[in-house]
């Protein structure tokens, strides 16, 4: 295991539940529909920071940056599900994201460097996702699910970073409080499957 992936994994709380890998597994198709929209709306977070904070010009670039690569990331899962024959449409979000916004302050700079925080916690459980997934998916899967986790490894230290320069002091107890949250979202049974539900029972 590399040393970006051992991080994430000391970072996140917990492992992703077995019984949401065996769901992945049998649902390819809608989890690479979900992921899709999970680039898009990555892409789309960058942005609407860019679109706020416009006197951080940190920010703004690592921003740019992400939003980029995300949609990138966007279209290379929007040539997979076309090589595999899989329309693209609606669906509706996981609980997870709405889930973790929920507990972000409303005025800054607390709103802001919560927004971070959270970013950070999804980048590192994509990242841990993907990696738990590669290594039981078809070899042209795994390999782009390998090469993404490394993007979403280091997409995982930038919002980090930010994070503690926007707050000016130490953001551990207000991770801690985040992740234990995550944990839950994590964890407890879901009803529909999505690439950040919760493990769903057959
Ligand atoms: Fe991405
Ligand atoms: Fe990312």
């Known amino acids: 295991m590399n040393d970006a992936l051992k991080e994430i994994h000391d970072f996140l709380p917990c492992p992703t539940p077995k019984q949401w890998i065996d769901n992945a597994l049998a649902n390819q198709d809608l989890m690479l529909i979900d992921h899709a929209h999970c680039e898009k709306k990555a892409a789309s977070t960058a942005l609407s920071l860019m679109y706020r904070y ?8 690592k921003m740019s940056r992400l939003a980029r690569e995300e949609l990138r990331h966007f279209e290379q899962v929007l040539a997979i599900m076309k090589k595999r024959g899989v329309d693209y449409c609606h669906l509706t979000p996981a609980r997870y994201a709405a889930g973790l916004r929920q507990q972000v302050r409303a005025d800054d700079p607390g709103r802001l460097v919560d927004v971070l925080i959270v970013g950070a916690i999804i980048e590192a459980r994509s990242c841990e996702r993907f990696a738990a997934l590669a290594p039981c998916l078809d070899d042209s899967l795994a390999d782009f699910y390998s090469s993404l986790l490394k993007s979403e ?3 995982y230290k930038d919002y980090l970073t ?5 707050a000016g002091n130490s953001i551990e107890t207000r991770v801690s409080e ?3 949250i995550e944990k839950e979202l994590i964890e407890a049974p879901d ?4 690439f ?3 493990p769903v029972s057959s």
């Open 196 to 198: 950040h539900s919760g």
């Open 54 to 61: 416009v006197d951080n010009t940190r920010l703004l670039n």
């Open 178 to 180: 985040f992740l234990a």
């Open 191 to 194: 009803t529909e499957f999505r």
């Open 153 to 155: 490894a280091r997409h």
């Open 162 to 166: 930010l994070a503690e320069q926007a």
